[in-house]
């Protein structure tokens, strides 16, 4: 492929974006979801890159991904009763020791 080519291709954006148009007094419009910090978080644990990631405020949506990665890297999730389930608004992803330790952390603070 002609390099000019791709150049021509990818320097403009479509639809246009104007942001001289928009008011700095209008708030932004709130996501359905957590954002992209959850999928982060829960990838950090699956890389091992952290040992712990605790999602509080979550939606099933937010969470529901997430399960089968960090399961599949050995990892551990549960909502903070201990319980499979991501309609709590709660995940905790670790890795299996620490994950039953944070879990009775959070039961001994109730």
């Given at each position: 492929?002609?390099?000019?080519?791709w150049n021509t291709q990818v320097a403009q954006t479509i639809p246009?974006?104007?942001?001289?148009?928009?008011?700095?007094?209008?708030?932004?419009?709130?996501?359905?979801?957590?954002?992209?910090?959850?999928?982060?978080g829960g990838l950090l644990v699956a890389t091992g890159q952290v040992?712990?990631?605790?999602?509080?405020?979550?939606?099933?949506?937010?969470?529901?991904?997430?399960?089968?990665?960090?399961?599949e890297a050995k990892g551990v999730f549960s909502d903070l009763t201990?319980?499979?389930?991501?309609?709590?608004?709660?995940?905790?992803?670790?890795?299996?020791?620490?994950?039953?330790?944070?879990?009775?952390?959070?039961?001994?603070?109730?």
């Amino acid at each position: 492929m002609n390099e000019n080519v791709w150049n021509t291709q990818v320097a403009q954006t479509i639809p246009t974006l104007d942001w001289s148009r928009t008011d700095p007094g209008t708030p932004l419009p709130r996501k359905p979801s957590a954002g992209s910090g959850t999928c982060h978080g829960g990838l950090l644990v699956a890389t091992g890159q952290v040992d712990a990631f605790l999602l509080m405020g979550a939606g099933p949506w937010d969470i529901a991904a997430l399960v089968p990665i960090v399961e599949e890297a050995k990892g551990v999730f549960s909502d903070l009763t201990g319980q499979r389930r991501i309609d709590t608004g709660t995940a905790l992803f670790a890795g299996p020791g620490l994950h039953d330790q944070l879990l009775n952390l959070a039961a001994s603070a109730h």
